[in-house]
T-cell receptor
Framework: KQEVTQIPAALSVPEGENLVLNCSFT??????LQWFRQDPGKGLTSLLL?????REQTSGRLNASLDKSSGRSTLYIAASQPGDSATYLC?????????????FGDGTTLTVKP | DGGITQSPKYLFRKEGQNVTLSCEQN?????MYWYRQDPGQGLRLIYY???????QKGDIAEGYSVSREKKESFPLTVTSAQKNPTAFYLC?????????????FGEGSRLTVL
């Protein structure tokens, strides 16, 4: 059974700092990996989707990498801003499934202090 | 604007009552999902549907029921059999369950049992 772990559970940084969020998964046979942002009381907003054949994806100040062999993905946030404060979740979709049943991590709650 | 609409945003239920959460999407997606989120926890899959008139149980289906009579609609009923229904409920969709495309989420519905 796929297990997804996100460490740390919470992170606090000063504004302007570059930071890395981690996502680990136990089964490397994945179809894709998706990073989300969740603000308090809101739904999930998709940030980046990495297909299994890709190594990384970039969107603005965000860069996500995928290393299937080690079972790891990282989300790099450059020049952090207070508006980046949110919970970041990763989700992994196993390859050997006939249904889109993604497995989610518990998330990392990021606080960016002005 | 294409997206997923969940209603109501907040719902209160007395013990012994059934309640239905609405989820409508205009993304022309085949696959739809219901997740439950509890404080400090990741998302857990309740039910999913890959095509109209077909749906499968997820990891925590007991006490819940769904229907998929139309492609754009996937309502979730929380029955009185659900022992601890107070939670944040999220509906999602993707192009196809098997093709495992990007997941899109609604804004969520918060259910509180009085």
């Amino acid at each position: 059974k796929q297990e997804v772990t996100q460490i740390p559970a919470a992170l606090s940084v000063p504004e302007g700092e570059n930071l890395v969020l981690n996502c680990s998964f136990t089964d490397s046979a994945i179809y894709n990996l998706q990073w989300f942002r969740q603000d308090p009381g809101k739904g999930l907003t998709s940030l980046l989707l990495i297909q299994s054949s890709q190594r990384e994806q970039t969107s603005g100040r965000l860069n996500a990498s995928l290393d299937k062999s080690s079972g790891r993905s990282t989300l790099y946030i450059a020049a952090s801003q207070p508006g980046d404060s949110a919970t970041y979740l990763c989700a992994v979709l196993p390859y050997n499934t006939n249904a889109g049943k993604s497995t989610f991590g518990d998330g990392t709650t990021l606080t960016v202090k002005p | 604007d294409g997206g997923i609409t969940q209603s109501p945003k907040y719902l209160f239920r007395k013990e012994g009552q059934n309640v239905t959460l609405s989820c409508e999407q205009n993304l022309n997606h085949d696959a739809m999902y219901w997740y439950r989120q509890d404080p400090g926890q990741g998302l857990r899959l309740i039910y999913y549907s890959q095509i109209v008139n077909d749906f499968q149980k997820g990891d925590i289906a007991e006490g819940y029921s769904v229907s998929r009579e139309k492609k754009e609609s996937f309502p979730l009923t929380v029955t009185s059999a659900q022992k601890n229904p107070t939670a944040f409920y999220l509906c999602a969709s993707s192009i196809s369950g098997r093709a495992a495309g990007e997941l899109f989420f609604g804004e969520g519905s918060r259910l509180t049992v009085l």
